[in-house]
Structures are given as structure tokens and as C-alpha cells.
């Protein structure tokens, strides 16, 4: 049963250009949740995806986008890079929301802008 | 004020101790209550939910005090493998998910 598929694991990117991380959930789950992890904090939540649509969003400025397909599957689209942007980038799925079983997760994107 | 906080520690205590972690929160409608585990460059790991009636995992026992809104750990019987970031994570209704800093701990020989 394959968990939650993230990639790329590292990418470095120059600030103002565009990057692209993918997410694959795990298997059963249809609602992914994407979280940015700056060094020494905790996850921050960007968004939600359910059913192909955002249905919830955090304190994120719209450079930040997203998009789920039919398969479940999500895109995480950061435009204009900015060296604050440079974080570990993980991907959350589950099942409708969090349920009691709360959520798994993805090893993560590591970007780095310069 | 944060939606979920957390004293960022980091606790440093010898193998076979007990030791007792503490998160609030200020959604007074939250609604699930988690703690997870990170170790150092992994993602979280969910360790145990927790539920109002408090419950138990082995070594580890969670509680949780609505009328006071704070969710604790407990972490008895300390192993050196148990050294890890401790992540507090309330779902406040909806669909928003937040988790707190994190509390980091260090179990020594």
C-alpha cells in the first residue's frame, strides 16, 4: 500500500522564477492538504483540496496555488519565488477532512530559493 | 495570540524519566486533537489521537481539558529513541488543520 508520494525531494530555484511540486496521496484517501515548514517551526497550513476544489486556505498570498486531479492527485504552484519561500513543502493526505485518524504525510519537498 | 501554542523546549531528560508536554489552543470549537511525532529532516508521524475521555498508548498518555482548552502528553518510562520534535495539532472545524512549533525533546543515557 504506497503511502503518500511527494516529489521532487530537492529542488533549488532563483528568486522570481516558478516552481511546481507534485503530490500523489495515499492509497483510499481523496483530500489533500499542503503545509510549508520553515526551519525550526512547525507545518504552517497553505491549503486544502477535496473533490478538485480548495476548500480551505491559510495565510498564504495567492502566489501560492494549488489543483487536484481527478486521481486524487495535487499540484502546489509558487510563483514569483522570494528567499523566504525556501522551506520543506509536505503534502498531507486523508480521508473527507481529517477524521479521527488525522493525517499522512508525504517526506517532503526541500526547496531552496537563492 | 496563536491559534496552537506550545513551549518550544527543548527538554533535555535522562533515559527512564517521565516527562509531560503541554499545547493550548484557542478555538474554543475545535474539534480533533492530535499529537504527532518529528524526528529530525522527516515529515510528522501521527503518534496518537486524543480523545476528551484521555487515553493511553503503552508508554505515552494524552489528555485533553476543553474547559481550559489545552491538550497534554505524557511520555513515561523515557527511551533514547523517543528524542524527536513533539507537534501539537488541533482541527478547528472546517477543513484547517494547525499544528503548533513543536516541543523538542532529548532523552539521554
Known amino acids: 500500500d504506497a503511502g503518500v508520494t511527494q516529489s521532487p525531494t530537492h529542488l533549488i530555484k532563483t528568486r522570481g522564477q516558478q516552481v511546481t511540486l507534485r503530490c500523489s496521496p495515499k492509497s483510499g484517501h481523496d483530500t489533500v492538504s499542503w503545509y510549508q515548514q520553515a526551519l525550526g517551526q512547525g507545518p504552517q497550513f497553505i491549503f486544502q483540496?477535496?473533490?478538485?476544489?480548495?476548500?480551505q486556505r491559510g495565510n498564504f498570498p495567492d502566489r501560492f496555488s494549488g489543483h487536484q486531479f481527478p486521481n486524487y492527485s495535487s499540484e502546489l504552484n509558487v510563483n514569483a519565488l522570494l528567499l523566504g519561500d525556501s522551506a520543506l513543502y509536505l503534502c498531507?493526505?486523508?480521508?473527507?477532512?481529517?477524521?479521527?485518524?488525522?493525517?499522512?504525510f508525504g517526506s517532503g519537498t526541500r526547496l531552496t530559493v537563492v | 495570540r496563536k491559534e496552537v501554542e506550545q513551549d518550544p523546549g527543548p527538554f533535555n531528560v535522562p533515559e527512564g524519566a517521565t516527562v509531560a508536554f503541554n499545547c493550548t489552543y484557542s478555538n474554543s470549537a475545535s474539534q480533533s486533537f492530535f499529537w504527532y511525532r518529528q524526528d529530525c529532516r522527516k515529515e510528522p508521524k501521527l503518534l496518537m489521537s486524543?480523545?476528551?475521555s484521555g487515553n493511553e498508548d503503552g508508554r505515552f498518555t494524552a489528555q485533553l481539558n476543553r474547559a481550559s482548552q489545552y491538550i497534554s502528553l505524557l511520555i513515561r518510562d523515557s527511551k533514547l529513541s523517543d528524542s524527536a520534535t513533539y507537534l501539537c495539532v488541533v482541527n478547528t472545524g472546517g477543513f484547517k488543520t494547525i499544528f503548533g512549533a513543536g516541543t523538542r525533546l532529548f532523552v539521554k543515557a
Open positions: 486524543v480523545y476528551s
Open positions: 483540496y477535496y473533490e478538485e476544489e480548495e476548500r
Open positions: 498531507a493526505s486523508s480521508s473527507s477532512g481529517i477524521g479521527p485518524y488525522g493525517y499522512t
